[in-house]
């Protein structure tokens, strides 16, 4: 039974936090604020695409949205809550529907100014490598000129280094004129 211990304790100790878990996250889950309503979302959502700079482009979503939203409103003034409630999702998914083509137009937009830089970037570097390759070609040929030109030994100067020759001597005018 000694065994048997060490399991009861393990058992108790798990027992006690998991209660002292309880009494201090409990409460505060309890006055938590349940998430707002999805007609107040799809509101809040349309409010925040109507300030976009590009919000024509969704301009037919945010239209049915705000249809959908009135809609919801008159189904809840005739007491039909079910409806009123899908009615409200409706609007929502309509409004994340335009937020997420805002979404993608912008990132195509940045999509293709990246494909630009990158074939700028291509451009860049075909070049380079074609004057590399120009430059490569150039030295080979002096490289070839020169071992042609060292291996014919007429061709170069003799390796002596020559004497400067004396700068001769101005002849004197003669002074005799003649007739």
Known sequence: MAW?????????TVARLSLALCVVVGPRLAHAEPPPAPGQQAEALLAT???EPQAKLAADYT???RKALERATAA???QQ????TLLESLALRLATSARDLLRAIALEAQ???????LA????????ARALIEETLARKNRAQAHLTEVESEPSALPSSKPSKPSKPSKPSKPSSK???
């Not at 999509?111 to 830089?117: G, I, K, T, V």
């Open 4 to 12: 048997l211990l060490p399991i009861v304790k393990a058992k108790l």
């Open 49 to 51: 695409l109507s300030k």
């Open 63 to 65: 239209r049915r949205a």
């Open 76 to 78: 809840s003034v005739q």
């Open 81 to 84: 809550a079910a409806r009123a």
């Open 111 to 117: 999509a293709n100014q990246l494909e630009a830089e």
């Open 120 to 127: 700028a970037a291509q451009k860049k570097t075909i070049r």
């Open 177 to 179: 004129v003649s007739p």
